[in-house]
């Protein structure tokens, strides 16, 4: 697999570093649709959980998002740091468990990316992230998984409305908050 690139912003064309393992990043062609998609919403508070390599919340900072990268593992934590100054973007950078981090940002993200390793219980974890309250009013969380697994989830009680697009093996689903 050839090294990510970041597609556009002020950072195009960097490549980034991937750790050796532990990682998996997020194509190309998923993170110029996820990013196609946000093309003309208001510059905000872009969370990026489980971060690994950082092309999407790297990405995210070329295009002019205020970024929080979250990871746990500090080899890739170390590799995220490089892959921030390589694209000379100012992102924050949290080296912790994505659950615990993002309870402390209730309310606060306009964009919560969340892309566990595959893994682990998917539905539980996204679930997880929308029973924290993350994203305030008007805001987004988008779960990436594979494609032939489209998450059930709820909102407050209720069935969540959720868009899925596919992108080869990978899809993206969205709740809009």
Not at 62 to 70: D, F
Not at 134 to 161: D, E, M, N, S
Request: with cysteine; proline share 6%.
């Amino acid at each position: 697999m050839a090294a990510p690139r970041i597609i556009q912003g002020r950072a195009k064309g960097r490549v980034l570093r991937v750790p050796a393992s532990g990682t998996r990043p997020s194509p190309a062609r998923l993170r110029e649709a996820l990013f196609d998609a946000l093309a003309f919403e208001p510059r905000g508070v872009f969370l990026d959980l489980y971060a690994g390599s950082g092309a999407v919340g790297l990405e995210a900072a070329s295009r002019g998002w205020q970024a929080i990268l979250v990871e746990r593992s500090g080899a890739a934590v170390r590799l995220l740091r490089e892959n921030a100054r390589t694209c000379g973007v100012d992102v924050r950078i949290v080296h912790g468990d994505a659950l615990r981090v993002a309870a402390e940002l209730t309310g606060s993200v306009d964009v919560a990316f969340v892309d566990p390793p595959f893994e682990l219980d998917l539905v539980a974890t996204f679930q997880a992230v929308l029973d924290l309250g993350v994203v305030r009013p008007g805001g987004r969380y988008v779960f990436q998984h594979p494609t032939g697994r489209t998450p059930a989830l709820q909102v407050g009680g209720a069935a969540a409305r959720i868009d899925t697009r596919r992108y080869g093996s990978n899809a993206l689903s969205v709740v809009r908050v």
